[in-house]
């Protein structure tokens, strides 16, 4: 063994941890310069719209590049299947389910996304453009029709903010307790649904000049929770208290004399928000936040905005701080989602101690008199139909109803480009062309129901016979001009193949996760 004390061992040992700390170096130098050139070559492939991971075989690059066919079968179902309003459903409730799609966003059109979401009587739809084997056909094109009438859907901020009006009121009148969530993947809407709230609720939380609003708000980062009303974006702790109620302890409390003063609190503490890149938003929101409002001698209004769900096209390309976060996020929405469930269905257990967000909940998720609505925001976008899926089945089971999700499955014929010429002419198409080129009947009287296929048979010869008189001459005219009109249904048939092969690839969610990431950076997380 080496002896501390022992000149000789003591420079042994330097000389060991030099040599250790020289190793390391360079293997953190040889990674970072690792990274830089595999970041370098996706910022380049990314820009010059080529495939990295074999998108054009992804489920979601297929619904692009078969646009056409599924947006014209789409027509076709809402066509036979009139949208109208619907009716309302009744307040009697304790919870109640609403359903709002964005449209689509300017990049997502640009790559050719199509809006698959589209409202019907008494709910929404959404269609889903996918390919199957069928028995002795082959690759068939399917579009499946999901149709949710389980649940209230909302066409416009007047009509979103309509049905949360009355949970301020009855906070405001009626001296209730209400909670909004706004559930939904990544970049479906939830914050601006929030800030719509957040702009309009004010007035009516203020019934007179006297009134006062104590205003509350916090945000929850996996276990940690923050203060957002307070300067410098304190940290606060989750306390138990006697009776098993998670408290927040340490948050700072403000009250707003009018509305406009309570929209600028709201406003500041919107902004302290913890937000990162995603692979959908550049901007998205990475925590839970509570904003609790609390009329003096009434009731009280909460809203939450809870952190988009991510799938796995999603956080193909995160971080590892990132795949945590992400996993962390899903987890708490997934015990929600189990509590509000159980809520919504009257079961006697209900799980809010898996989660930190639920434990914090724990009265609107347990209190039978606390009034629940929330808002499933979901993104019309073909490449995130499985979310909105997923989103969508979980709306209706939140809203405790026995309706049966209906789906409607159409096999679809691809037009693709159709041969033109002679041979395809009907009837009328044959007997136009003949006008317009000199060949009407009083020259050429060929007999009915002659169709363009039938015509191209004959040989000059035996045109000579529907020509005036026999002219050969002008059958040997007629027989040229319809090769010519052949020979150039070809070329431009040729044309728009070689166009459509040559065409840019579809690009998905996939492209947009990588560009995204490639171009901005996550905002750091607090120590």
Sequence with gaps: PLDPFNDTDQEHNMCITTHSDQSQQEREAALQEYSRQRNALLEAKATQNLSVCQEPSDLRARRIANARTFTKAVERYHANLPCTGGDAMEDGRSSRVFVR????????????EWDCVAGIEGGIVVHEGCEKVKSGTGMVKVLRSHAFTGVERLDSDEDVYGRVR????????????????????????????????????????????????????????????????GSGKQEVFLRVGQDGTTHVRGVTEQTANSPEQLHALLVHCAEQRETGTTGTNSTSSRSHAVYQMRVKHGGSFTVIDLAGNEGTIETAYHSRAQMKEAAEINSSLSTLRQCLHARAAGKSHIPFRESVLTRVLRDALTSAEVRIAVVACVSPACSHLERTLATLRSAVELSAECTQISIHEEQLREEGIRRGGPTKWSVEELECWLTENGFGQTVVQMPRGTTGSQIMKLTAARLMKFCHNGDSDLAKDLFQRLRHASKQAAELDKKLRRELKNSDKPSTSAGFSRSCLLYTSPSPRDS
């Design 101 to 112: 799609a964005r449209p689509l966003f300017e990049h997502e059109a640009e790559r050719g």
């Design 166 to 229: 009355r949970l301020v009121r009855k906070a405001r009148d009626d001296k209730e307790a209400c909670t909004v969530f706004m559930y939904g993947m990544t970049g479906s809407g939830k914050t601006y649904t929030t800030d719509l709230i957040h702009r309009l609720a004010p007035s009516d939380l203020f019934e007179s000049c006297d009134d006062i609003v104590e205003l509350v708000s916090y945000e929850l980062i996996g276990n940690r929770c923050f203060d957002l009303l």
